[in-house]
């Protein structure tokens, strides 16, 4: 189709030049004689004048247009368009396509409901804002392989039909129709594969691979995702996080402009929980977590005199505004938390005030003053009970506070590595030992012993990049000697025989000189959601599923036909 440029490489310096331009109209502006277009293009929009408005062919919003026509300067230039100075005068005009009226209005401002977007997805992503989104992820893409590339990496895919393996999240099985009965499983990371081509001696992989998670959806989260995924071998720590530094500098510096300042701090994983509650801290504000276990020492509240932990907040000039109903809206959320409340407690005329008051001795009073630096119309808010609810409550507390009182100034980045992992966590409902990263996460040396006694002790080399209070990103260095990977399978209730039919060939493969190696892995979703400024995941994919993993445009998972199920050897059970 002929078409001599896109709409914005067209400038001043071209008035008086042919051009034809091909794009959907955006706006038409009938003034009667005269017809205005604003004809969008991948790059941009361009106003096209029509002069004799009786002689035009039908034109509506976002019909496919050829223009054939000359550059002239406008009479009155348009500052906010990237073309204001100028404008095409039409000699003709091809209507290409006509367009049915869209069910949504294809602009950056739009009312329509995200469902309605998902659903015409097409349409949505017409959006120049939405495209803006594409080219920041696609950025992060090129520059992650011209930066990997670089430095020795090489991309090598690995199948996506992989054998089931409890590496943490559900898995997304596939049936197989030669062997009824037997699945394939969608992978949930390529952990395995990478760890096997360092045994392969690639020494430094990465791909950009597609990843299957079938897990609760949140807002940052998709069932299927895709991680920049790494891996290496012979470098300690230190030395990887290096180069992964390297490469996030690179992203933002090449997407957003954003000069990261290098080396990251790092923060272990003890001190965020204990500062921040969370182990993706949002480190742009304060209003930092304190422990006051020593404080209430002497207390004779029952409560907090047996409690594994007590710990609390201090939320800045919000006393006035802290209403009955602000407290029991707290209360709830400390119920989500399986904790039986909180304590709220205002600072007011110089004195503390509220229910929880009685409980407290002068000592207690005057020291939780001191504590937390309490000025007039500030609150606290302490919560008790075992600390691996009590801290996460105050963490997600503090982060609604945070937003609501705009204590985060809009484009910062704050990122840091979170370190120290500890090697397992103990389910909060069945009480199970389950590994907090994956099960081939190495066990700090001078942890080995604890896997002996009391392995939740044991504290892993485990990092996560944090951005912004998201976990940009994960990994570890990997356990190389066989059994110390046996051990941690058996701590994690497997038993020989089911390490064996699940994980045999990967077991057997660190027998073969298997060298020190390391990896981790970056959502790139949350990367280009981070850099592209939203909070909602499903702008930077494509074609997402909405919040009940369903796809609202074409309406996957769908029910299938009982031939083909027939064919895989299923029979569906009818609740
Ligand atoms: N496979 C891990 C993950 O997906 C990352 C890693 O350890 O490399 O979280």
Redesign the pocket.
């Given at each position: 189709m002929e078409r001599t440029c896109r709409n914005t490489e067209l400038s001043l310096a071209d008035v008086g030049k042919k051009v034809t331009l091909v794009g959907w109209v955006s706006k038409k502006r009938n003034l009667g004689s005269i017809i205005f277009v604003d004809l969008r293009d991948r790059s941009g929009i361009m106003q096209i004048m029509i002069k004799e408005a009786d002689k035009a062919p039908d034109i509506r919003n976002e019909y496919v247009l050829q223009v054939e026509g000359t550059v002239s300067r406008r009479e009155v230039a348009n500052p906010k368009m990237k073309t204001g100075e100028i404008e095409v005068i039409a000699d003709k005009i091809n209507v290409v396509n006509t367009a049915k009226t869209t069910p949504l209005i294809i602009a950056d401002e739009t009312d329509a409901l995200e469902e309605v977007r998902l659903k015409y997805r097409y349409l949505d992503l017409r959006r120049p804002c939405m495209q803006r989104f594409f080219d920041i992820r696609d950025e992060i893409k090129i520059t992650t392989h011209k930066y990997l590339h670089e430095h020795q990496f090489i991309e090598v895919e690995t199948p996506m039909l992989a054998a089931s393996s409890p590496?943490g999240a559900k898995e997304y099985l596939v049936p197989s129709r030669l062997h009824h009965g037997s699945f394939y499983a969608l992978p949930?990371?390529?952990?395995m594969f990478?760890q096997l081509l360092m045994v392969a001696g690639f020494e430094r992989y990465y791909q950009i691979a597609r990843?299957f998670r079938d897990e609760d959806l949140r807002a940052d989260r998709q069932p299927d995702f895709t991680?920049i995924?790494?891996?290496t071998s012979f470098l300690d720590q230190n030395q990887f996080l290096t180069i992964m530094e390297g490469l996030i500098h690179e992203i933002f510096m090449n997407t957003i402009g954003y000069d990261v300042k290098l080396p990251l701090r790092q923060m272990t994983y003890k001190e965020a929980m204990e500062r921040y509650g969370t182990d993706k801290p949002d480190t742009r504000f304060g209003i930092e977590l304190h422990n006051l276990k020593s404080l209430f020492a002497d207390t004779t509240f029952e409560t907090y005199k047996t409690a594994d932990a007590i710990r609390g907040i201090c939320v800045p000039n919000v006393a006035d505004t802290t209403s009955r109903k602000v407290v029991d809206n707290l209360t709830v959320e400390a119920k989500k938390f399986g904790l039986g409340g909180l304590a709220v407690l205002k600072m007011e005329n110089e004195e503390l005030t509220g229910g929880f008051v009685k409980f407290l001795t002068e000592g207690e009073k005057a020291a939780l003053i001191k504590e937390f630096a309490m000025k007039n119309n500030d609150i606290i808010i302490i919560s008790a009970g075992p600390d691996n609810r009590v801290s996460p409550l105050l963490g997600a507390i503090r982060l609604q506070y945070g937003k609501q009182l705009g204590l985060i100034k809009p484009n910062t980045y704050d990122l840091l590595w979170v370190i120290d992992f500890p090697m397992f966590e103990r389910e909060i409902e069945t009480g199970e030992i389950v590994a907090t990263?994956?099960p081939?996460?190495r066990p700090r040396d001078e942890d080995l012993p604890y896997l002996d006694t009391d392995p939740t002790k044991a504290l892993s080399y485990a990092y996560d990049i944090v951005i912004n209070g998201y976990e940009a990103g994960?990994?570890?260095l990997r356990i190389y000697d066989q059994n110390i990977q046996k051990k941690i399978f058996n701590i994690l209730g497997l038993s020989d025989e089911e390490v064996q039919t699940k994980f045999g060939y990967f077991v057997n493969a660190l027998q073969y000189g298997t060298p020190p190696h390391a990896?981790?892995?970056f959502g790139l979703d949350r990367l280009a959601m981070i850099l592209g400024g939203t909070e909602n995941i499903r702008d930077v994919i494509a074609f997402p599923k909405n919040l009940a993993g369903v796809c609202p445009m074409s309406g996957a998972p769908t029910p299938v036909t009982d031939k083909q199920l027939e064919d895989l050897g299923i029979i569906i059970k009818k609740d």
């Open positions: 590496e949930q990371s390529p952990q990478k990843c991680q995924d790494i891996e990263h994956h081939f996460t994960g990994g570890t990896g981790m892995a």
